[in-house]
């Protein structure tokens, strides 16, 4: 059974931090690019914050360049979303991703239920 949890979400005052959590079960962690997106009210999802399978690379949309960071540990199934310096537009339900990047793998793709965060005074 592929499982990707989120956890972390919540209320925050504008400025403030979160740090999200996706655990994943039920495939090889290893193999898969871990992303990030985020989809708030009456918009369309976009993506956040991508890192490699191997941990060598990350990417981060323009907006959150400088102010969220992505991480994974993969002894522990486990990506990362530090959330710093948090705006009310950051306002969005976020969904951790899983993609294959092996031969072994290719095609298959997995996404999470989703955790709220809410920036707001």
């Known amino acids: 059974q592929v499982q990707l949890v989120e956890s972390g979400g919540g209320l925050v005052q504008p400025g403030g931090s979160l740090r999200l959590s996706c655990a994943a079960s039920?495939?090889?962690?290893?193999?898969?690019?871990m992303s990030w997106y985020r989809q708030a009210p009456g918009k369309e999802r976009e993506l956040v914050a991508t890192?490699?399978?191997?941990?060598?690379?990350?990417n981060y949309a323009e907006s959150m360049k400088g102010r969220f960071t992505i991480s994974r540990d993969n002894l522990k199934n486990s990506v990362y979303l530090q959330m710093n310096s948090l705006k009310p537009e950051d306002t969005a339900v976020y969904y951790c991703?899983?993609?294959?990047?092996?031969?072994?793998?290719?095609?298959?793709?997995?996404w999470g239920q989703g955790t709220q965060v809410t920036v707001s005074s």
């Open positions: 991703n899983a993609d294959c990047a092996h031969y072994s793998c290719f095609g298959r793709n997995y």
């Open positions: 039920g495939f090889r962690f290893s193999s898969y690019g």
């Open positions: 890192v490699t399978s191997t941990g060598s690379s990350v």
